[in-house]
């Protein structure tokens, strides 16, 4: 049996992973979900840190990150010990590899753009309408206003510097057709920055809701011997 950690992207919070959850636990594995401080203007990276570590607390946690958690890996690899990452159409600031490299930390151009950003009265970045239907694109009828009901505005962070990772097992997990995180970066990025190549699987930006199922199925394979 294994334990994933799932840390979720923007906007969101544990309630995205409660369809992916049950297909785990019937493959016979466990999952724990957190609420990041993502609405929390006084939060920092390190802030996110401390909710993970507090929540997955086993080194033996497989730490799945989605999307824009991607960018708080480099640091919980850096305090925490765990060994085996598996990010999904996540940002990858630095790598195993070393620097310098051609892909960005981060996509150019996300769910959000400058002509799509609206923000509320603390300056956080709110998911409209336009957005959700991005990030639940190839969801089930009703997901976009299921998803609305819960969304959270999303303080901006800045992207992490290039650092070099621990070495640790990773895995790249992304929809063939991701609309909000291009898949020519993803293939790039994964190369230069962590040597290894991104695993399609059809579907778009969440999976988890989309297609929990063969998520599921997913991250059992790549779950290491020990």
Not at 52 to 57: D, P
Not at 95 to 106: E, F, K, R
Not at 145 to 161: C, F, M, S, T, Y
Request: proline share 8%; glycine share 8%; aromatic share 8%.
């Amino acid at each position: 049996m294994a334990v994933f950690g799932l840390l979720h992207g923007a906007f969101e919070g544990a309630w995205v992973w409660e369809f992916l959850t049950p297909e785990l636990r019937q493959l016979g594995h466990d999952a724990i979900a957190v609420d990041l401080p993502i609405n929390d203007i006084t939060a920092g990276w390190d802030d996110h840190v401390d909710v993970a570590l507090l929540a997955f607390g086993d080194e033996d946690t497989i730490v799945v990150a989605h999307s824009r958690s991607g960018r708080m890996v480099p640091r919980l690899l850096e305090r925490g010990k765990f060994s085996d990452v598996i990010l999904l159409a996540a940002s990858i600031p630095g790598g195993i590899l070393p620097p310098p490299y051609q892909s960005g930390g981060a996509p150019a151009a996300g769910a959000v753009t400058a002509q799509t950003r609206k923000t509320d009265s603390l300056g956080r970045t709110v998911c409209t309408r336009e957005v959700a239907e991005r990030l639940f694109d190839d969801c089930p009828p009703g997901t976009v206003d299921w998803a609305l009901a819960k969304v959270r505005p999303q303080h901006e962070l800045p992207v992490p510097d290039d650092t070099r990772w621990p070495d640790v097992r990773v895995a790249y997990v992304f929809g063939e057709q991701e609309p909000a995180v291009a898949p020519e970066w993803i293939k790039l990025a994964c190369r230069e920055r962590l040597g290894i190549e991104a695993l399609g699987m059809p579907g778009g930006h969440s999976l988890f809701v989309s297609r929990p199922a063969e998520l599921a199925r997913t991250l059992d394979s790549l779950v290491p011997v020990r």
